[in-house]
């Protein structure tokens, strides 16, 4: 029944697939999603909601409670990296490289490593209202930059691995959720009610995008055929081209809740939702 409890963040580690979720329920797939097995150990029974692979063996998840945990053979087994503040909530990580890495959440929570793992020290990315604004993902640009989605139309940016912060507002006021580097060097911002942005500045600036929804959208990802596919509330999926234009809207027949995606082949994606792991193939499915 694991791959039916409610997931939240979904990785690659090589060819092996990667998911995370409730409980500290971690599920791993090496035939492209088609069935799922639960990792052999979980050093936690909290709610992950981010993971993250440096490579085929290392990876890292992280969630509720302050804990980051560490795989170092595919995700069979996660051992407790570190544990901050009990009542932190981590929302998301990246690494810039097998060293450097951020983990961000709730009310402005950020904890930075530089030593692959091994410390975590917390920084600030914002001043004033902007210091406690919910962190909701973060991610790296194809040019090194860092990218921090949050709320009331926050995005931060970095462009000396997280040593100094800037802040871009977005005119909206509900939350970024997720940020996606397209093939094409520009960048792709999900957001509340349906809102999409581009940049092609590397974060400095954002356009609003036509969308075909108003349903909050959570997760992204650009298959191999270039085209983009958003995932949200109420089981909405989208598609649009490979520039982030030209989206058209489907409903998931269940409309559940679905949070991140993951591409698997030309034209399937992996789902992560309240019903756990669902695939959907794309591939007659226009633009």
């Given amino acids: 029944m694991a791959q039916h409890a409610p997931m ?24 492209s999603g088609r069935s799922w097995r639960q990792a052999r150990s979980v050093a936690t029974d909290t709610m992950l909601t981010a993971v993250a692979f440096t490579g085929p063996e290392i990876g890292w998840a992280a ?12 995700g069979e087994t996660w051992t407790l990296a570190h544990r901050a503040a009990p ?30 793992g091994a410390t ?14 919910h962190l909701n993902h973060v991610a790296v640009s194809a040019g090194g930059t860092l990218l ?18 800037s802040t871009v507002t977005l005119p909206i006021k509900g939350s970024v959720w997720r940020i996606l580097g ?44 270039g085209r983009v596919v958003v995932v949200g509330l109420a ?15 489907l409903t998931q027949p269940d409309r559940v809740n679905i949070s991140s995606t993951l591409a698997v082949g030309e034209s399937e994606v ?7 792991i669902t695939r959907l193939n794309l591939k007659n499915r226009t633009p």
């Fill in 182 to 225: 397209l093939g094409d060097g520009s960048l792709l911002a999900t957001a509340m009610g349906g809102r999409l942005f581009r940049s092609r500045d590397d974060g400095m600036t954002w356009t609003a995008l036509q969308s075909p929804t108003t349903q909050s959208l959570s997760g992204a990802v650009q298959l191999a055929d």
């Fill in 8 to 31: 939240v963040e979904l990785a690659h580690a090589a060819k092996r697939l990667v998911a995370v979720g409730d409980y500290g329920t971690i599920l791993l797939s090496d035939d």
């Fill in 235 to 249: 089981g909405t999926v989208l598609t649009g081209q490979g520039d982030g234009s030209g989206f058209s809207a």
């Fill in 87 to 116: 009542d932190m909530v981590l929302m998301s990580l990246a690494f810039e490289t097998p060293e450097r890495g951020i983990a961000v959440g709730a009310y402005g929570a950020a904890l930075r490593t530089e030593d692959g």
């Fill in 270 to 276: 992996v789902l992560a939702g309240l019903n756990g």
């Fill in 120 to 133: 975590w020290q917390a920084v600030p990315l914002g001043t004033g209202e902007d210091a406690d604004r």
């Fill in 63 to 74: 969630g509720h409670g302050g804990v980051i945990l560490k795989t170092v053979n595919g």
């Fill in 148 to 165: 921090v989605a949050a709320e009331v139309g926050t995005i931060f940016r970095s462009a000396d691995g997280g040593r100094s912060w």
